[in-house]
């Protein structure tokens, strides 16, 4: 198994252009997470989905962020416009129901995103 | 208040300490409890899971939950170079799927 796979890995970009984030999940897992951590906050959920369908987006920051999940392997998360205070690096986690036992969310390597 | 406070560290120890790390909560319903171990320009991975209250351990790792205190503790014996990284403890409640709540990690090194 790959793990969770996340792209790019590095984004640079400048003040007010859109960026789109990519993850997929590992194969047969129906929860997908969305975190961002910064040193200042730590690692902060901000939104996850259940069989595709979002459950808690009460962590998206902004409308200016937003998140999809168009089928069981791929999801997006976008910022539009971004800002400076966007740059995190931003981690997608993975989970299947039947671990709802010990909770385990699988984490892929993450995009570090600095906005210029 | 957050839901979950956790030193930051950074803590620096020689090579074969024991090293203990903490976290306390607020939540009275959670009932899940981890550790994740995050290398640098890494994710977070899963090292220690316990469920209520009690101890776990497995091969130098140690993990205690004192629900009354609402304390949990991760503590490694014989300590290692490679366990240089920072651990994050992580809490759910119980009742259909929860949302992990994270502190804020600490950054452990230790030194040959």
């Known amino acids: 198994d790959a793990g969770v796979i996340q792209s790019p890995r590095h984004e640079v970009t400048e003040m007010g252009q859109e960026v789109t984030l990519r993850c997929k999940p590992i194969s047969g897992h129906d929860y997908l997470f969305w975190y961002r951590q910064t040193m200042m906050r730590g690692l902060e959920l901000l939104i996850y989905f259940n069989n595709n369908v979002p459950i808690d987006d009460s962590g998206m920051p902004e409308d200016r962020f937003s998140a999809k999940m168009p089928n069981a392997s791929f999801s997006t998360l976008k910022i539009q416009p971004s800002e400076p205070r966007d740059s995190a690096v931003y981690f997608c986690a993975s989970s299947l129901t039947r671990r709802e036992v010990n909770r385990e969310q699988f984490f892929g390597p993450g995009t570090r995103l600095t906005v210029l | 208040q957050k839901e979950v406070e956790q030193d930051p560290g950074p803590l620096s120890v020689p090579e074969g300490a024991i090293v203990s790390l903490n976290c306390t909560y607020s939540n009275s319903a959670f009932q899940y409890f981890m550790w994740y171990r995050q290398y640098s320009r890494k994710g977070p991975e899963l090292l220690m899971y316990?469920?209520?209250?009690g101890n776990k351990e497995d091969g130098r790792f140690t993990a205690q939950v004192d629900k009354s205190s609402k304390y949990i503790s991760l503590f490694i014996r014989d300590s290692q170079p490679s366990d240089s990284a920072t651990y994050l403890c992580?809490?759910?409640?119980?009742?259909?799927?929860?949302?992990?709540?994270f502190g804020a990690g600490t950054r452990l090194a230790v030194h040959p």
């Open positions: 316990t469920y209520s209250s």
């Open positions: 992580a809490m759910s409640a119980t009742g259909g799927y929860n949302k992990l709540i």
